[in-house]
T-cell receptor, first 115, second 116 residues
Framework: AQKITQTQPGMFVQEKEAVTLDCTYD???????LFWYKQPSSGEMIFLIY??????QNATEGRYSLNFQKARKSANLVISASQLGDSAMYFC????????????FGTGTRLTIIP | DAMVIQNPRYQVTQFGKPVTLSCSQT?????MYWYQQKSSQAPKLLFH???????NEADTPDNFQSRRPNTSFCFLDIRSPGLGDAAMYLC???????????????FGDGTRLSIL
């Protein structure tokens, strides 16, 4: 079984500052993928970034980067130069590479960007 | 270009009156999922289709059914909606995960269901 823990229920960040959203996970699967999704108040779930458990380098997608520390089982999302449009709920999720296709979500972090 | 399309965006139904939510995809993904998401909570998987194979989560109520007539379409049927079924319903698709890369799930915009 997999478990995702997001310990920050809410965060407030000044516009243009960088922000780190924490995510730790637990799994017995040797191969897995980690994902971050953004959910604005309108409800759609937007895929942001992916990190494979065997990837040597940390994933980056534009202003998003994933600080992956496998030994510590953490996969923190870093958003650089935050914008007002970044205000949303952010979910960390994971999925094993083989077999069960189920995506396990954390409880989410509500990020608010302050002008 | 919308790739996972859910209709309608908002649905209102009466207590006990059957309702169907629809999802279509242009991605040709073989796996489709239905999630229920209540306010301020993470999405909860109800069931998924791996091609035509239906996989029900153990705690999904019998009130919830699903149909997948072809690769592109998937439906969620709620036979007798109760007040507790008011939620956002999210459809997602993905390729099966093969090799070294786990495939992401791509979500539609969701259908927000209200029960009167």
């Amino acid at each position: 079984a997999q478990k995702i823990t997001q310990t920050q229920p809410g965060m407030f960040v000044q516009e243009k500052e960088a922000v780190t959203l924490d995510c730790t996970y637990d799994t017995s699967d040797p191969s897995y993928g980690l994902f971050w999704y953004k959910q604005p108040s309108s409800g759609e779930m937007i895929f942001l970034i992916y990190q494979g458990s065997y990837d040597q380098q940390n994933a980056t997608e534009g202003r998003y980067s994933l600080n992956f520390q496998k030994a510590r089982k953490s996969a923190n999302l870093v958003i650089s130069a935050s914008q007002l449009g970044d205000s949303a709920m952010y979910f960390c999720a994971m999925r094993p590479n083989f077999g069960n296709e189920k995506l396990t979500f954390g409880t989410g972090t509500r990020l608010t960007i302050i002008p | 270009d919308a790739m996972v399309i859910q209709n309608p965006r908002y649905q209102v139904t009466q207590f006990g009156k059957p309702v169907t939510l629809s999802c279509s995809q242009t991605l040709n993904h073989n796996v489709m999922y239905w999630y229920q998401q209540k306010s301020s909570q993470a999405p909860k998987l109800l069931f998924h289709y791996y091609d035509k194979d239906f996989n029900n989560e153990a705690d999904t109520p019998d009130n919830f059914q699903s149909r997948r007539p072809n690769t592109s379409f998937c439906f969620l049927d709620i036979r007798s909606p109760g007040l507790g079924d008011a939620a956002m319903y999210l459809c997602a698709t993905s390729r099966e995960s093969t090799g070294g890369r786990v495939q992401p799930q791509h979500f539609g915009d969701g259908t927000r269901l209200s029960i009167l």
